[in-house]
């Protein structure tokens, strides 16, 4: 085993719980809030700061600016000048580039499949649902009523998609950004994991082959 598997998803589609047992099922690692507590360590940054700008959008400062600074690395002035909420992104992406580094591993949101996209070992999925499934199993985790359960998944997702569209150079949810999209209403989450695992095995026998070439 020697992929790296990114997971955009909505919110409320299982997402997390998917993840969470692909990589059971490869017995490699999973990462999603503690990837947050690593980048906090290795920037510096303070974790409850990091927390509190992970994956939320932001309105000021260019794109491009971000990824040029990020080209040139922590010290130069412009870093210093940049808006907090920039800084916390360079820091998560430098801790996915480096997780990835280590090893196959399970990697949730956080613009992770832009982080590792020069990368011929990583394979990113996107996990979506249908509306009442989704607002169903987000009553059920937190114990809301149908109304603020929905009201709840629009701004997470408009979050997630807002923070996505604005750091990478794809958008957030459309098939042609991943390798592949799937809806967990329809397989449920073990069928649903059943699915990526073989997508996963099969995609690393393509690869095993071209290695042997």
């Not at 090893?103 to 649902?129: E, K, S, W």
């Not at 150079?169 to 390798?179: E, L, N, P």
């Amino acid at each position: 085993m020697n992929t790296v598997i990114t997971i955009g998803r909505q919110y409320g589609s299982a997402g997390r719980e998917i993840g969470q047992k692909v990589a059971e099922y490869f017995d490699i690692k999973y990462y999603d809030k503690d990837l947050l507590t690593r980048a906090a360590k290795e920037s510096g940054f303070c974790e409850e700061m990091i927390q509190n700008h992970d994956e939320r959008p932001t309105n000021s400062f260019l794109y491009n600016l971000v990824m040029d600074t990020y080209s040139f690395g922590y010290n130069n002035s412009s870093f210093v000048d940049m808006p907090i909420s920039h800084k916390v992104f360079l820091a998560q992406f430098d801790t996915i580039k480096k997780i990835a580094d280590e090893g196959p591993c399970v990697i949730v949101g956080r613009c992770a499949d832009y982080a590792l996209a020069d990368r011929a070992n990583v394979i990113d999925l996107f996990i979506f649902g249908n509306e009442e499934c989704k607002i169903k199993r987000v009553m059920e985790l937190y114990g809301l009523t149908e109304a603020k359960a929905k009201d709840m998944m629009i701004k997470k997702d408009k979050q997630r998609q807002s923070y996505y569209n604005y750091y990478s150079s794809k958008k957030w949810g459309r098939a042609d950004s991943y390798d592949l999209c799937i809806n967990s209403s329809v397989l449920g989450v073990e069928g649903t994991v059943k699915l990526i695992t073989q997508y996963v095995e099969d995609f690393e026998k393509k690869n095993y082959k071209k290695a042997a070439n």
